[in-house]
């Protein structure tokens, strides 16, 4: 159903990059990278893109783990949090969020155009695709967790 989520036939929403973006905070780095991978390869198979999104997935959940260290707040992290809007609010989780799913897209869609050739339209549908995905993030959050930050 989600792959026909098409924004003016240039942005494209993978609204399964949700789940990576809140897993807890302390995951350990081998289980997420496997996580990632296992997601991508599942959404390569409804795709048929032969592994693209378990290359940039895995990537993703690569960056994810040096993108959090960097932005850590001065208390640190609570210990198995997960990395929602109502755990830090919209400010925090869009300097958090936007970076990897820019980055999740870029890697996608230059991979699926074997590289630099058409680099400025590809560039504008990862970041147009990144703007779609964000919105859908949010809204997806706001529908699925609660007050706390935990799960509905």
């Not at 036939?9 to 350990?28: A, D, E, Q, R, W």
């Not at 783990?65 to 869009?94: C, H, R, V």
């Amino acid at each position: 159903m989600f792959k026909n989520i098409v924004l003016f036939s240039y942005g494209f929403c993978f609204i399964y990059l949700t789940y990576l973006l809140v897993l807890p905070v302390n995951i350990n780095s081998i289980m997420g990278l496997f996580i990632g991978f296992v997601l991508g390869v599942l959404v390569d198979a409804f795709y048929d893109t032969g592994g693209i999104h378990a290359l940039a997935s895995v990537f993703f959940m690569f960056t994810r783990e040096k993108w959090l260290n960097l932005i850590t707040p001065q208390g640190g992290y609570d210990i198995n949090s997960l990395p929602t809007i109502k755990m830090a609010g919209i400010s925090w989780f869009t300097g958090y969020s936007f970076p990897l799913i820019f980055i999740h897209h870029a890697i996608l869609f230059f991979v699926e155009s074997y590289g630099f050739s058409y680099f400025w339209f590809t560039l504008s549908k990862a970041f147009l695709s990144t703007c779609f995905t964000f919105l859908v993030v949010v809204l997806a959050q706001q529908l699925l967790f609660k007050r706390s930050g935990q799960r509905a």
